[in-house]
């Protein structure tokens, strides 16, 4: 109710306000943040900290799957598809591909920025709630960096608001990748010292949001830029802050991790409400309404409000049904055979929403961060720095979710072995969960795993994306990667 409360008075400023924009770079920003009238007292300042939680899960909604997976080679064509979903599964990008676009994230930025900017000099009755406010706009800061680094390599990096036509550093340049990863580990590590402790939202920042984000920061770091084992040990510290957490916990059932919102297991979600906000990618996954007979509609069939544009390929499917315990293999997809239809549907069961008068309602939580993830990062962490037992038993904790079966892995297996197997294990835990894509590309395999990439590793920055044409088309300074 109070993040709700929050966002009509974003709103209703948003409205009032002046609109401010720094279209070089293709941000627009509404004056809910940028007016300085709107900075007068705490509340201000909350109603823009839930604001930027509001564009960033717009921000993600849709993009954060085809960025995190839909390049994976795990995903393909569904009952249909166009040139959006084939062009990343067949992992053949271009410059006009929507989500070649960066505009939503340095708008989200921007907003930080200002919050930054503003709320220091504001007065709060208690200072653990400034301290709050500041902390999960430098968390949401970090997180977009971070993905922008992952995305497009080198960047803008932009700490200081934008709110005329008139400032200064319009045009702004590409920064190289390592300065964009340096802001994210000076804003985590700012964000880490300012949250309250008793800050335990799953749906903000908290000291195991920002924790886990570290984690999953260092270890990219090490694996994927070169960092070595000092930053290996810097990830170890961060994940197991949030193994050893005791807001955390496996959910014994893997599909109550999704049926209960904001749950135990969850460290960080976008929260999707209805009459509040609704949609994301989760509606390419279902099955259309009209293709099916009506004796079928939610009876097993999940049918959404328009085309399945793509699912998961014959292969991926073929894997993740290979053990018939596998507790997630129906949570992450199912078939049936419409014999009236004479055709066989498939749909994805996680973030289906819900059903409501006769309307499929996007309104499932989208998922950033759980504790699943946190011992599958564990385990990785602790089986590239030697520690193979402690590797396999993060491993085994997920694995007997899983299968119901008690030490899964066995401790003989060799660093190799371990390494295949928690990436085989994150392939069937995180399906649809926007993460498999940065996994082929942490563990090494991309190229191998990948079947659009077999053989196209001497292509220059194919694992990035390309900068949208509208964003060089308005700024001279911008830059179009080597590649594209």
């Given amino acids: 109710m109070k993040i709700k409360q929050y966002y009509l008075i974003y709103i209703m400023a948003a409205l009032l306000g002046m609109q401010a924009c720094h279209d070089k770079l293709d941000v627009n920003q509404k004056s809910a943040i940028t007016a300085t009238a709107m900075w007068a007292d705490e509340g201000d300042a909350m109603a823009a900290m839930y604001g930027v939680y509001n564009k960033m899960r717009s921000s993600f909604a849709d993009a954060y799957i085809f960025w995190g997976e839909y390049r994976s080679g795990l995903w393909g064509r569904g009952l249909a598809t166009n040139a959006t979903y084939s062009d990343p ?15 939503n994230l340095y708008t989200t930025i921007n907003d930080c920025n200002l919050i930054l900017k503003y709320t220091p000099n504001i007065s709060f009755a208690d200072e653990a709630n400034k301290n709050k406010v500041l902390a999960n706009a430098l968390f949401v800061r970090a997180f977009c960096y971070y993905w922008i680094g992952r995305i497009w390599g080198d960047a803008p990096v932009l700490v200081n608001g934008f709110e005329s036509g008139e400032q200064e550093d319009l045009y702004p340049s590409r920064e190289p990748a390592e300065r964009v990863f340096e802001q994210v580990a000076i804003d985590l590590e700012a964000a880490n010292s300012l949250i ?87 509606a390419d996954h279902l099955v259309p309404l009209q293709y099916i007979s009506a004796q079928y509609i939610e009876n097993p069939i999940k049918v959404g409000s328009h085309q399945q544009w793509i699912f998961l390929t014959d292969e991926y499917k073929n894997f993740l049904s290979e053990n018939a315990d596998d507790q997630r293999t129906n ?95 994150r392939k069937k835990e995180f399906v649809a969960e926007g993460k498999i894509w940065w996994d082929l590309i942490r563990f090494g395999v991309v190229f191998d795993d990948v079947p659009s990439l077999i053989g196209r590793e001497n292509e220059q920055n194919i694992l990035l994306w390309p900068i949208h044409n509208n964003s060089i088309n308005t700024n001279p300074n911008i830059i179009q990667t080597p590649g594209y």
């Fill in 89 to 103: 599964f067949t992992n053949q990008l271009n410059a006009s591909h929507t989500h070649a676009n960066w505009q």
């Fill in 196 to 282: 309250p402790a008793h800050s335990t939202d799953r749906n903000l920042a908290s000291k195991g949001a920002i924790n886990l984000l570290q984690a999953d920061y260092y270890l990219w770091m090490a694996k994927v830029r070169n960092g070595g084992e000092a930053v290996l040990n810097l990830a170890k510290q961060a994940v197991d802050a949030v193994v050893n957490n005791a807001n955390y916990t496996l959910m014994n059932d893997f599909s109550s991790v999704f049926n209960n919102k904001l749950n135990q297991e969850i460290v960080f979600a976008w929260s999707f409400v209805m009459d509040e906000y609704t949609g994301g990618y989760p």
């Fill in 331 to 425: 949570v992450s997809f199912e078939t049936f055979f419409d014999e009236p239809k004479d055709a066989t549907f498939q749909w994805i069961n996680k973030y289906a929403g819900s059903w409501q008068n006769q309307t499929r309602v996007f309104d499932s939580d989208i998922i950033v961060y759980r504790y699943a993830d946190a011992l599958l990062m564990s385990a990785e962490i602790e089986n590239a720095l030697g520690n193979s037992p402690l590797a396999i038993e993060r491993l085994n904790a997920v694995a007997q979710r899983a299968y119901g079966i008690a030490n899964f892995y066995s401790n003989g297996l060799s660093s190799q072995q371990i390494d295949r197997a928690i990436l085989n294990e």
